[in-house]
């Protein structure tokens, strides 16, 4: 294989908590060779010796992994290979194997096109500057040279044992579980027969062409087989798992829909009946509801940014017992590790619903509701999404709400709130509303679509 320049490797790649490209595009074996050498240049000149590597279902991901692992032994790191497993068995794997580092080949829930790494120095997640910094590693060619070894390691028995060990479920429920042929697929319905519930599998096969849909569960349309099959089985639950299973979607038994920041209510109830005070991290795109529950039970709560690795890391710094984001990342310190992890997620719900006399409808039903719209996506070219959010912001006025920018825009009005930010994982923008009736929700929405079209008329809306 011919060396690739670093004129070729593109900034646009390195997003805000992860890398993300078109294969054979801006994501090449050359360029991920590169991004190795960068990657293990950084952690030998922090003292880590070894990295973990893992890949997702991707057709993409054999090559692409193979010439990772060739980039991060010609600076000396040892490659420790854990093979095609989910994201979550990889960060299990820093925390409890010597290495305390690791990278993971995935692109998620984006299209079968697209490939990316998840990083991991340390036992910290990378994202921004971080991130940032192996770009400008690249261009400037500061790589560390040496001959690292390679090692092939199975630790998916032992993610599989430590779950198990960790969570009781104290009666026998019927789960459908939809992995979208993602890679989730060869753990989820092996952890669930563990776990003593009965199994109904839909899409666990791994196919990196996701031919049946997209494994992205924030999306309704992603979910209408298993809301489907959830009420034709009659089953307990229905539970999602994204393209690379960090990420949770869940389907009552009457085939509702529950958010992820509805969910986040569900754990923290639980959490802080065994620790009061303790603090529960929420994300800008969840529900304002939030806040209130925690303070009624005792705990304390902070709103912060969006992103897997930004909600880690202020998970560790805060030293918060649970954190979630609406995108479906549920983050567990109280009797796990930390990280964004889909199935000890659904785990922990299979435990709080099997102690209960109710079912999951009646469970989630007693918690406060709103009307809200699920994450709403504007498509918009990734090289404009950045500059068309800073004229946003500028053009946003609304004297009689209070709005918060710690990530886009989130404008709170005494009735509801709306949110507008630029994603960190494709061309688009992200949206949510949520009201006390349905005519608040319709008024800020026309709030927002007002400014949106005065900077751009040719916007297509979605509300």
Not at 57 to 68: N, T, V
Not at 81 to 90: A, F, K, R, T, Y
Not at 175 to 184: R, T, W
Not at 338 to 350: E, I, K, Q, S, V
Request: net charge neutral.
């Amino acid at each position: 294989m011919q060396p690739v320049s670093s004129k070729h490797v593109l900034q646009s790649i390195f997003r805000a908590y992860d890398i993300r490209g078109v294969v054979n595009e801006t994501i090449t074996p050359e360029v991920v060779r590169l991004l190795g050498r960068a990657i293990g240049s950084t952690a030998r000149k922090q003292g880590q010796q070894a990295i973990i590597t893992a890949r997702d279902g991707r057709w993409s991901g054999p090559l692409l992994m193979s010439e990772l692992q060739k980039g991060l032994r010609e600076t000396g790191c040892d490659v420790i290979d854990i093979g095609q497993v989910p994201s979550p068995v990889l960060y299990f794997a820093t925390c409890t194997l010597k290495a305390r580092s690791g990278v993971v080949l995935t692109a998620s829930h984006n299209p079968e096109n697209y490939n990316g790494l998840k990083i991991i120095l340390d036992k910290k997640s990378l994202f921004g500057a971080s991130i940032t910094a192996l770009y400008t590693q690249i261009q400037e060619g500061a790589f560390v040279s040496g001959e690292g070894r390679y090692q092939r390691v199975d630790i998916l028995e032992d993610y599989l044992d430590c779950i198990v060990k960790n969570v009781r479920i104290k009666r026998r429920l019927r789960v459908v579980v939809d992995c979208g042929n993602g890679v989730a697929g060869i753990v989820a319905p092996v952890l669930l027969r563990r776990l003593g519930c009965e199994v109904i599998k839909l899409f666990c096969e791994v196919d990196g062409r996701f031919p049946n849909h997209c494994p992205d569960p924030s999306i309704p349309e992603n979910l209408a087989d298993l809301i489907r099959t959830v009420v034709q089985q009659q089953a307990d639950l229905g539970l999602a798992l994204d393209g690379d299973g960090d990420r949770l979607g869940v389907v009552t038994n009457k085939g509702e829909i529950i958010w992820p920041d509805r969910q986040l209510m569900c754990y923290a109830i639980d959490v802080l009946s065994r620790n009061p005070g303790a603090l529960i991290i929420y994300d800008v795109k969840s529900t304002s509801q939030l806040a209130t529950l925690i303070a009624q039970h005792g705990g304390t709560s902070f709103m912060w940014k969006s992103g897997h690795s930004i909600m880690k890391t202020k998970l560790e710094e805060t030293g918060a017992l649970l954190a979630g984001e609406m995108s479906g990342h549920i983050f567990f310190k109280e009797r796990w590790y930390g990280f964004d992890d889909g199935f000890y997620t659904a785990a922990r719900l299979l435990e709080i619903i099997a102690k209960e006399r109710k079912t999951s409808s009646e469970i989630f039903a007693a918690l406060p509701n709103r009307i809200s719209t699920p994450e709403l996506k504007l498509a918009i070219p990734e090289e404009k999404k950045f500059h068309f959010m800073h004229m946003l912001e500028k053009e946003l006025h609304f004297p009689e709400a209070t709005i918060n920018k710690i990530d886009g825009v989130r404008v709170e009005f005494s009735d509801g709130w709306g949110l507008i930010r630029a994603s960190n994982t494709g061309p688009y923008l992200v949206l949510r509303f949520e009201a006390d009736t349905q005519e608040a929700l319709q008024r800020i929405q026309n709030l927002f679509a007002k400014r949106l079209l005065a900077l751009d008329p040719q916007l297509t809306l979605l509300f």
